[in-house]
């Protein structure tokens, strides 16, 4: 599988993002003097349990695949007969 490269004009964006000249709230904090490589990111609880928690869902993605990549290598991979028919029923029901 390949991704192909778009090009997408970024003038309406640019346009968009551009500075006011007496806009203060663009330029609040930007005149303020910050030693280079003070800058800091804090996450909240919630944050680090929802990246532990989708670190274990690929985990567990990874884990299957593999044993699913094992199987079909080993000719052991097994499909239910009236389990793919109900697939097919169920997705041309949509």
């Known amino acids: 599988m390949s991704i192909d490269r778009v090009n997408i004009s970024n003038a309406g964006i640019d346009r968009a993002q551009g500075t006011q000249p007496n806009d203060p709230t663009r330029n609040s904090g930007k005149d303020r003097n910050v030693p280079a490589g003070s800058d800091s990111v804090a996450l909240s ?44 029923i169920d997705t041309n029901k949509k």
Do not use: F, H, M, P
């Not at 990874?62 to 499909?79: H, K």
């Open 45 to 88: 609880s919630k944050a680090k349990e929802l990246d532990r928690l989708a670190n274990a869902i690929d985990q567990s993605r990874a884990e299957r695949l593999d044993e699913v990549r094992e199987a079909l290598e080993s000719g052991t991979y097994r499909v239910s007969a009236r389990d793919l028919a109900q697939k097919l």
